[in-house]
């Protein structure tokens, strides 16, 4: 076992992250500004540290798994944040931080000689527990290289997406605005057929296997939604990752419609059914509108709001 990776946020992504670490026999040394996660922690036989500064102080690279950006930034900057560290010189951002908050960050870290690495991951929690995450890197290309040891404990599909700062977070953006707007599109057709007397299993089974099929129709309606289960996922988190992105592009000229379109319908379920609430209660937002239930009737559970 080399140094111990330093690692801020435990989560429903963060905590399976380091127990994934952690089984391929890096040691680590976490926080969260919750108490509840360490019992978890210590029996998978990591250690615990009292708060960012701390691991900075003892750990060359720390990676973080935060849920919002202003976290990010805080974690990152703030007094008793990982800047202030005396060991630090590596720092990979595991969340979904988008291109703007990134680049400020990296621009800060630098000035006190520490590395940026982008390293937003996909693939949920069901992802993260067996190792087959997707994650988007970017930053200097021989720091992204020594990495991927670590980073293959837990993501099966590597891609180095850039050099700059920002750059894998706005692949990770890209990827979560091109699925949500896909679920959004298959449940708009799933009510429409639903309204007309389709039978939404049938309809499933016919998408499935033709042109229309996206992974909302061959993995999150039928295992989740159809079950009446949730994924797990915030209707908070998931409107900002796509407020995110439409901002990120538009930021680089683009008017974006598409994606504002969907943010609208988010921001409509999350004033309706309650930020909290698992992200596929969209559902019955299209459901509202065509005056007409198909999905189950079984209340989905609601989630905790970190990453």
């Not at 940026?116 to 992802?127: E, K, L, R, T």
């Not at 890197?137 to 991927?148: F, I, K, N, T, Y």
């Not at 896909?182 to 089974?205: D, V």
């Not at 949730?230 to 988190?237: P, R, V």
């Amino acid at each position: 076992m080399g140094a111990p990776l330093g690692f801020v946020g435990l989560g429903q992504m963060g905590l399976p992250i380091v127990r994934r670490l952690l089984a391929a026999g890096h040691g680590v040394l976490a926080c969260d500004r919750r108490p509840e996660p360490r019992a978890v922690l210590e029996a998978a036989g990591g250690r615990w540290a009292g708060s960012p500064r701390e691991v900075a102080d003892r750990c060359e690279t720390v990676l973080v798994s935060l849920p919002t950006p202003q976290v990010v930034r805080a974690v990152a900057l703030e007094a008793g944040g990982l800047a202030q560290g005396r060991a630090i010189r590596t720092y990979v951002d595991l969340s979904t931080t988008g291109p703007i908050v990134a680049r400020e960050v990296a621009q800060a870290l630098c000035e006190r000689g520490i590395v940026s690495i982008d390293a937003p991951v996909s693939g949920g929690v069901a992802g993260a527990e067996q190792g087959t995450l997707a994650v988007m890197v970017s930053g200097p290309h021989e720091r992204c290289q020594a990495l991927l040891p670590v980073l293959g404990a837990f993501g099966r599909h590597l891609f180095e997406v850039g050099q700059e700062p920002g750059q894998g977070h706005l692949m990770k953006l890209l990827n979560n605005l091109l699925s949500t707007t896909a679920l959004a599109a298959t449940l708009e057709a799933l009510t429409a057929g639903a309204k007309a007397g389709l039978e939404p299993g049938r309809m499933l089974e016919v998408l499935k296997v033709s042109s229309g099929t996206n992974h909302a129709i061959e993995s999150k309606i039928p295992r989740y939604l159809m079950r009446g289960l949730a994924m797990g996922f915030s209707l908070d988190l998931s409107l900002k990752d796509v407020t995110l992105a439409v901002e990120a592009g538009r930021a680089l000229g683009l008017p974006m419609r598409m994606g504002g379109v969907t943010v609208e319908q988010w921001q409509q379920a999350s004033d309706a059914r309650g930020p909290r609430q698992d992200y596929l209660q969209v559902a019955r937002l299209f459901e509202d509108f065509a005056g007409v239930r198909w999905a189950p009737d079984e209340v989905l559970d609601e989630p905790r709001a970190d990453a």
